[in-house]
């Protein structure tokens, strides 16, 4: 058996899935993560040894209110997920920090999916996590808080709930009270368990960049719990590490797998080996530091697998991998008989901040050093059209193509700082004849972005290093968008073909 097969190095999924959590059914592992105000939302993931994992679907196919999400709203939406299966089902359980707890369920993870159910309202309520008690048959649900929205952390809240996850069958009570636990704060993330006649909890604390991951266990669901730190950074490079979720192989091995803050990269994924100590005590990664490389779970071994980039957009459709900014429209991608994604050039009283934009379609940006490039071809004739590849966040810079007021069609270069409302240009604009470039972003160390593009007379540079910049709660994203003028009737449309990302 080849190295391939013994070992596998960590971070196991180097793109922003954040807050992600993990569940076994039989021999197959699946995943979710946050999404926030991005549609789809809630994306599903397989495994089939913890390592490999491919992207299957999603389990909300928009936002609800609808309404509420017509533009971006980066810090609202899906935050926090847990996945569970019982009785024969998936479920979903997430906080939208301004509505309550939701959740969703299917009897396959490929759907079809319920629509959202609010399961319980209120302010900053996140992080949910439900248990179906088989010792017992009861169920239960825990919660954390968002100071932001409910002017308290550092707590979690449990509640009987009913069996059929649909509601709570009392009002709630703090069953941890992390300001009671000395040097502990922002206590949240919370996964419950029953294991070995205990309740446990697994719970970051000390913030998402420099804190540590916590186990807490209680003979009774309501308390009281006592405490330890289970994972923590240690002397390695791994900052946090912050919340995720325990799986257990067929054969009897305890995995955990978590995040970390990686800055414009987001929230990349570890898997982390588990074990119990004489006290009954979970022992994660190594000795509770992280590890960087491990031997690999003892599963059969598979091909490689990650989550798809690359889009030849066959008849006009994206992959999986690629969501909207915010509810998409119908309209704004058009199906026909070729390959290339064709883009509406959406109509926009104020196109000049991506960042306010619904119609950019995003996918993660790479967590190592890497190429992307896409061929565009500008078919709107309408004076102001442009389209272009980005990257996207606090701050973004695009590179594209723009019909100006004197019909030629110009390669353009743009970006705009945090504070900046406008973007402007990083270089100067130059004829692109036949209205089509390949368009080329080299994302190196530190996520510092070098534009280029070609218009048929070779590869050229553009401007100067860019510097990739997070999202609020989310990494920075590539995208890929088409816009136009106010004003009325059809605006064209730009068509995007060939998009590869490739290591550097």
């Not at 636990?181 to 998402?208: M, Q, S």
């Not at 058009?334 to 306010?356: E, F, I, M, Q």
């Not at 510097?467 to 003028?485: D, K, Q, S």
Request: aromatic share 10%.
């Amino acid at each position: 058996m080849g190295e391939r097969h013994e070992t596998y190095t960590n971070p196991v999924l180097n793109a922003d899935w954040s807050d992600p959590d993990v569940v076994r059914v039989g021999d197959d592992f699946y995943l979710t993560a946050s999404s926030f105000g991005r549609s789809p939302g809630l994306p599903l993931l397989h495994s089939r040894d913890l390592v490999g994992w491919r992207l299957v679907g999603h389990a909300l196919e928009r936002l609800e209110p609808v309404g509420e999400f017509r533009t971006p709203r980066h810090d609202c939406g899906v935050w926090a997920p847990s996945l569970r299966h019982h009785d024969d089902r998936f479920w979903i359980f997430w906080g939208d920090p301004d509505r309550g707890v939701f959740q969703v369920n299917a009897p396959d993870v490929r759907g079809p999916w319920t629509r959202p159910h609010l399961v319980k309202a209120g302010r900053g309520l996140i992080d949910p996590c439900p248990l179906w008690d088989d010792e017992s048959g009861e169920a239960y649900l825990v919660h954390a808080w968002a100071k932001s929205r409910a002017g308290v952390k550092n707590r979690l809240t449990g509640h009987r709930m009913h069996p059929d996850g649909t509601s709570l069958l009392d009002e709630g009570k703090v069953i941890v009270d992390g300001d009671g636990i000395p040097g502990w704060f922002t206590l949240e993330g919370p996964k419950l368990y029953r294991h070995d006649g205990w309740f446990w909890i697994l719970a970051p604390a000390g913030g998402v960049e420099t804190g540590w991951q916590g186990a807490l266990r209680s003979r009774d669901f309501f308390g009281p719990y006592e405490e330890r730190i289970v994972l923590e950074q240690k002397d390695t490079e791994v900052n946090g590490p912050h919340q995720g979720g325990w799986v257990r192989t067929a054969s009897g091995e305890d995995w955990f797998l978590h995040f970390q803050q990686r800055g414009a990269y987001g929230r990349v994924v570890h898997l982390q080996p588990m074990r119990w100590d004489r006290d009954g005590w979970p022992v994660i990664g190594d000795e509770g530091a992280p590890v960087l490389t491990h031997r690999r779970p003892g599963l059969p071994a598979q091909p490689p697998a990650e989550p798809a980039a690359d889009d030849d957009f066959p008849g006009g459709r994206f992959g999986r991998q690629w969501s909207w900014t915010a509810n998409p429209e119908d309209g704004w991608a058009t199906r026909h008989s070729a390959d290339g994604l064709r883009l509406t050039c959406v109509r926009t009283p104020d196109a000049h901040d991506l960042r306010t934009l619904a119609n950019v379609l995003t996918q993660r940006l790479p967590g190592v050093p890497s190429a992307v490039e896409v061929e565009l071809r500008l078919h709107s004739e309408e004076p102001g059209a442009r389209a272009g590849l980005a990257v996207l966040g606090d701050a973004f810079g695009w590179i594209g193509l723009q019909r100006d007021d004197d019909g030629t069609v110009r390669l353009v270069h743009r970006f705009a700082e945090p504070v900046a409302e406008r973007e402007r240009d990083a270089s100067r604009p130059r004829l692109a004849p036949d209205g089509r470039a390949r368009l080329r972003i080299e994302i190196g160390a530190g996520a510092r972005c070098r534009f280029a593009y070609d218009v048929g007379d070779g590869p050229c540079p553009s401007g100067p290093v860019f510097a990739a910049a997070p999202w609020r709660w989310v990494g920075a994203l590539l995208g890929l968008f088409a816009v136009a003028p106010a004003g009325s009737g059809h605006a064209g449309a730009a068509v995007f073909s060939e998009f590869r990302i490739r290591p550097l």
